[in-house]
């Protein structure tokens, strides 16, 4: 059966706000079991809390409005704060393992960094938010965990790795995969990197909401018209 790199259980408490956990499979997606998914007549979308849709809800996240608009049903892969490199991973898995028709990857931010666990993986930010005894310990915290990132790491390595991703991707399965990045779109259809284009938020305010989401499927769904 297929296995893919999952979120950790410390991330449903926030998912259960505005969402329920029934909508999750067993391994933590917010699609169907793997194993009765028809996938050569399927497409799968790969990302973070953006894909999944966090505080959106189902019928207003990325692949179930691609669903919509293609009729060609769309996995939710999407992960509440997995990395590149967990996406990387997921992305090889379904493509390697599965007949899928395509995988549409959205490449998240790139300094995120995922800490790898028996029970799936979790974000620094996740095991600070359980360690620290206070709101003004887990600050400081927090604030120390990004100086020693941006110390060890700097935006060539993350590019230099991004690349290889994509390279790797693209030589192996060019007909079945399509790579788009948070950072194009937010500068497309408004967010954090262009701001001056309005957008709408999902419920916690943090999230892109209904609107948002919808240009992105639209966007994806033309440009899987191209390609066909």
């Given at each position: ?18 969402s329920p956990l029934s909508e999750l499979n ?202 066909n």
């Amino acid at each position: 059966m297929l296995q893919l790199q999952h979120m950790h259980p410390t991330h449903l408490e926030r998912i259960e706000k505005y969402s329920p956990l029934s909508e999750l499979n067993t391994q933590r997606f917010r699609c169907a079991e793997f194993d009765i998914i028809d996938w050569k007549t399927s497409y799968a979308m790969i990302g973070c809390s953006h894909v999944f849709g966090e505080a959106n809800e189902i019928q207003d996240s990325i692949p179930y409005i691609l669903t919509q608009l293609t009729d060609i049903y769309c996995a939710n892969l999407g992960a509440n704060g997995s990395s590149r490199e967990v996406t990387f991973f997921n992305a090889m898995n379904v493509l390697q393992q599965t007949t899928v028709k395509k995988v549409i990857v959205i490449w998240t931010y790139p300094k995120r960094i995922n800490v790898y666990t028996d029970d799936g993986y979790n974000t620094a930010n996740k095991i600070i938010e359980q360690k620290a005894t206070s709101i003004k310990q887990r600050s400081k915290l927090e604030d120390l965990q990004n100086r020693v990132i941006d110390t060890l790491y700097n935006s060539t390595h993350f590019s230099i790795i991004t690349a290889q991703y994509i390279d790797i991707l693209t030589r192996a399965f060019a007909d079945r995969i399509i790579i788009l990045d948070i950072r194009d779109l937010e500068q497309e259809f408004g967010g954090h990197i262009n701001p001056a284009i309005k957008f709408d938020v999902a419920k916690d305010n943090k999230h892109y909401g209904p609107i948002w989401n919808r240009k992105v499927a639209n966007k994806i769904k033309n440009i899987i018209n191209d390609s066909n």
